[in-house]
Each structure stands twice: as structure tokens, then as C-alpha cells.
């Protein structure tokens, strides 16, 4: 996908199994899944993926075409997985988990590739978005910055950011998307400082709007 966008899953009464993805259909252009709460629900049609616990599901429309993952820490498996990006070009996708790494998976689920954060003690990202040339954007929760890295991986291309409520800083980032010109918006929040960043392809600040509260224009933790 260019810009993957997340939505807020609901709750559920069922008890959750860890560390899965799951993908499925869409039906109609809807989301019939009742996901518990956290988990990211990233539409990119016609499926949609899901990272964080999953409920079971008896229900033959809500039936999972892959499952990707077990709980653990080895290559391919998944420690409370926290955002995916999927590339609409490929149909790979990357997942970030509370581990502090990312895994670039095939489309059938097969694993490609891994690689660690620089950091990730203090926390774990919570937002990914994948660039038209292939470069993956983290917003790095916990370290306030934006990571851009080479698809594989390899190296950090850019990075930018720092602590702060000041234009073009960060307090906690929530997640990150890249519109069809190649702008990039992140998501912060903490304090009274929730709000969305516009940045240049460059990492130049342009612009922020929001704050918090339940009034129209206003977010809470937006993401």
C-alpha cells in the first residue's frame, strides 16, 4: 500500500489468542470482525489485515484465509504485534512487534527478512507506512522521531524529530501515513498535544492541527 491507515478494533468477549496476524476478506467493503481491543485493523481491498490478539470465530464469513505467526521470539514468530504495512505492489508486509523488530513477510505469510530497531527499551512503535519507492516509515513511538528505511531494511535512509510540543516534534507518535504526493502525516499525542504533524518527503515540518479533546477538530491519541 502507498498509505495504510489505522482503525480501532471493539471488544470482544471471547478469550484472545497472541501474536497472530490474521488476514481475511472483505465482504461487501465491510469489516464483519469483532476484534478486541488494540488491535489494528488496516484495510488494503480486498482483504484486511489484522495485527495484536484475535478472538476465535465460529463464523464461516469471518473465517481467517492466512494465519501468520505464533507467539515468540524467533524468525517468524510474533511478540505482541504492534502495526503492519502492506506493499499493494507485492502484497508483502512488514510487521513491528513489542520487541523492538520488524519482519518483512511474502504475501502467502512466508518470512522474507528481519531486522531490530536501533532502540526499543523504552518502547515499541505503534505506526508503519510504506513509501511509493518501497522505503518503510516508522514513527517511533517511544524515541519521538520518524525512521525512514530501505525496504530490505539495510539502512536508515532518514530520520527525523525530536522530543517536544514545538512545531515539528514529537511527544508519543501514533502512527504515520504517506498520501499520493508523497507528504507524510504522524499522528502524537501526550498532554495537550494531540495532534497531526504534515511533513515535506524531506522531513521538513509544514504544518499541525488538532489538540485534545472530543470536539470536532480536536483528537484523542489520534492514529
Given at each position: 500500500?502507498?498509505?495504510?491507515?489505522?482503525?480501532?478494533?471493539?471488544?470482544?468477549?471471547?478469550?484472545?489468542?497472541?501474536?497472530?496476524?490474521?488476514?481475511?476478506?472483505?465482504?461487501?467493503?465491510?469489516?464483519?470482525?469483532?476484534?478486541?481491543?488494540?488491535?489494528?485493523?488496516?484495510?488494503?481491498?480486498?482483504?484486511?489485515?489484522?495485527?495484536?490478539?484475535?478472538?476465535?470465530?465460529?463464523?464461516?464469513?469471518?473465517?481467517?484465509?492466512?494465519?501468520?505467526?505464533?507467539?515468540?521470539?524467533?524468525?517468524?514468530?510474533?511478540?505482541?504485534?504492534?502495526?503492519?504495512?502492506?506493499?499493494?505492489?507485492?502484497?508483502?508486509?512488514?510487521?513491528?512487534?513489542?520487541?523492538?523488530?520488524?519482519?518483512?513477510?511474502?504475501?502467502?505469510?512466508?518470512?522474507?527478512?528481519?531486522?531490530?530497531?536501533?532502540?526499543?527499551?523504552?518502547?515499541?512503535?505503534?505506526?508503519?507506512?510504506?513509501?511509493?519507492?518501497?522505503?518503510?516509515?516508522?514513527?517511533?513511538?517511544?524515541?519521538?522521531?520518524?525512521?525512514?528505511?530501505?525496504?530490505?531494511?539495510?539502512?536508515?535512509?532518514?530520520?527525523?524529530?525530536?522530543?517536544?510540543?514545538?512545531?515539528?516534534?514529537?511527544?508519543?507518535?501514533?502512527?504515520?501515513?504517506?498520501?499520493?504526493?508523497?507528504?507524510?502525516?504522524?499522528?502524537?499525542?501526550?498532554?495537550?498535544?494531540?495532534?497531526?504533524?504534515?511533513?515535506?518527503?524531506?522531513?521538513a515540518f509544514l504544518l499541525a492541527w488538532?489538540?485534545?479533546?472530543?470536539?470536532?477538530?480536536?483528537?484523542?491519541?489520534?492514529?
Amino acid at each position: 500500500m502507498g498509505a495504510s491507515r489505522g482503525l480501532s478494533g471493539t471488544k470482544s468477549s471471547r478469550q484472545p489468542t497472541c501474536a497472530r496476524l490474521v488476514v481475511k476478506v472483505i465482504l461487501c467493503g465491510a469489516i464483519r470482525w469483532a476484534a478486541p481491543a488494540g488491535v489494528l485493523l488496516l484495510p488494503t481491498a480486498p482483504f484486511a489485515f489484522l495485527s495484536g490478539c484475535t478472538a476465535a470465530s465460529s463464523d464461516p464469513a469471518t473465517k481467517p484465509l492466512l494465519i501468520v505467526g505464533s507467539q515468540g521470539l524467533s524468525p517468524g514468530k510474533l511478540y505482541h504485534p504492534r502495526a503492519v504495512a502492506v506493499d499493494a505492489k507485492t502484497g508483502r508486509f512488514y510487521v513491528v512487534d513489542r520487541s523492538g523488530r520488524i519482519q518483512l513477510f511474502e504475501a502467502q505469510g512466508k518470512l522474507a527478512l528481519e531486522w531490530h530497531l536501533p532502540e526499543h527499551a523504552l518502547g515499541q512503535p505503534v505506526g508503519l507506512a510504506i513509501e511509493a519507492d518501497g522505503s518503510l516509515l516508522v514513527n517511533d513511538s517511544h524515541y519521538h522521531r520518524i525512521l525512514r528505511y530501505a525496504s530490505d531494511g539495510s539502512s536508515i535512509l532518514a530520520r527525523w524529530g525530536t522530543e517536544g510540543t514545538g512545531p515539528g516534534q514529537l511527544t508519543f507518535g501514533r502512527d504515520v501515513v504517506v498520501d499520493s504526493k508523497g507528504f507524510i502525516y504522524a499522528g502524537d499525542y501526550g498532554g495537550l498535544n494531540d495532534r497531526i504533524l504534515k511533513f515535506s518527503h524531506d522531513g521538513a515540518f509544514l504544518l499541525a492541527w488538532g489538540g485534545v479533546g472530543e470536539e470536532p477538530g480536536k483528537f484523542q491519541r489520534p492514529q
